[in-house]
């Protein structure tokens, strides 16, 4: 198991939910900025959500009002609750962990090895 270690992806029918949990293992210092990304196949890996220490979160566009962003520090694990999900919500979802905010911007030092959401129409 590397340093981030995402899970909760899954299949799922358009309307449907899933919850996404990346498990933490890098010091708390080099996780201040943490991260959801994902990409498609033939597509660049493009920012989700992000959350910088207790800086409000901030979120794609194409994902407003659907998915959710949290933290829980205490049990180093980073969260993203997607709800309305759409069939262009499929892809491989990775987290990412820096110190630095770089907010959906793809430069973070750390990452996880990705799950797996699709949603089917």
């Known amino acids: 198991q590397g340093l981030l270690a995402e899970s909760g992806g899954g299949s799922v029918q358009a309307g449907g939910s899933l919850r996404l949990a990346c498990v933490v293992s890098v010091d708390s210092y080099s996780a201040s900025s943490l991260g959801w990304f994902r990409q498609a196949p033939g597509k660049e890996r493009e920012g989700v959500a992000a959350?910088?220490?207790?800086?409000?979160?901030v979120y794609a566009d194409f994902v407003k009002g659907r998915f959710t962003v949290s933290r829980d520090n205490a049990k180093r694990t980073l969260y993203l609750q997607m709800n309305n999900l759409k069939p262009e919500d499929t892809a491989l979802y990775y987290c990412a962990a820096d110190r630095d905010n770089w907010g959906l911007r793809t430069r973070y030092k750390y990452w996880g090895q990705g799950t797996q959401v699709t949603v089917s129409s």
């Open positions: 959350i910088y220490e207790e800086w409000p979160p």
